[in-house]
T-cell receptor, first 112, second 110 residues
Framework: NAGVTQTPKFQVLKTGQSMTLQCAQDMNHNSMYWYRQDPGMGLRLIYYSASEGTTDKGEVPNGYNVSRLNKREFSLRLESAAPSQTSVYFC???????????FGPGTRLTVT | DAKTTQPTSMDCAEGRAANLPCNHSTISGNEYVYWYRQIHSQGPQYIIHGLKNNETNEMASLIITEDRKSSTLILPHATLRDTAVYYCIVSALGRGKLIFGQGTELSVKP
């Protein structure tokens, strides 16, 4: 039981490049989330998916798109990366919106 | 969501109880108090949550004041592995949106 897995672990992009961060969970959870964490700060919610087939914006959605591919997978896409998107990205999942969230190990992204 | 106020940092001796306070004076009647922690560079880990009654699980105890304007997370016998940033979060059940503040950096010292 791997829990929440994220790929890649590290990534360096040039300004303007695009990439997709992958997240998968094997706990049969309905809800999934994407957060970012800047140095010395708490996490901020980017997007979340209450259930398969739905997505909603969080606090800081600008510059990102998401896809809930199926119940297990929730991806985050940066269409045109900017240095301001340098951050650590965490994916999380929960049984549904009422329950505690389980977090993945994070993806460390640097945009130069 | 109600805002929370936590001390920036705290120290605790190994083996002693760690008591982490949190103020949430604007909490609404339907909002729960959640505690998560983040051990260096890892993803946050859920600890405990409660509405108005005190709660206990295998990790910690949560004491919520009667007026619900503040709470305390208690780690009964802190170990070096409990060194982490602890986040107190207030959110309505089912809202799903956790708003993380700066948290309290707890250092457990030998």
């Amino acid at each position: 039981n791997a829990g929440v897995t994220q790929t890649p672990k590290f990534q360096v992009l040039k300004t303007g490049q695009s990439m997709t961060l992958q997240c998968a969970q094997d706990m049969n959870h309905n809800s999934m989330y994407w957060y970012r964490q800047d140095p010395g700060m708490g996490l901020r919610l980017i997007y979340y998916s209450a259930s398969e087939g739905t997505t909603d914006k969080g606090e800081v959605p600008n510059g990102y798109n998401v896809s809930r591919l199926n119940k297990r997978e929730f991806s985050l896409r940066l269409e045109s990366a900017a240095p301001s998107q340098t951050s650590v990205y965490f994916c999380a999942s929960s049984v549904d919106l009422r329950y505690e969230q389980y977090f993945g190990p994070g993806t460390r992204l640097t945009v130069t | 969501d109600a805002k929370t106020t936590q001390p920036t940092s705290m120290d605790c001796a190994e083996g002693r109880a760690a008591n982490l306070p949190c103020n949430h004076s604007t909490i609404s009647g339907n909002e729960y108090v959640y505690w998560y922690r983040q051990i260096h560079s890892q993803g946050p880990q859920y600890i405990i949550h409660g509405l108005k009654n005190n709660e206990t699980n295998e990790m910690a105890s949560l004491i919520i004041t009667e007026d619900r304007k503040s709470s305390t997370l208690i780690l009964p016998h802190a170990t070096l592995r409990d060194t982490a940033v602890y986040y107190c979060i207030v959110s309505a059940l089912g809202r799903g949106k956790l708003i993380f503040g700066q948290g309290t950096e707890l250092s457990v010292k030998p």
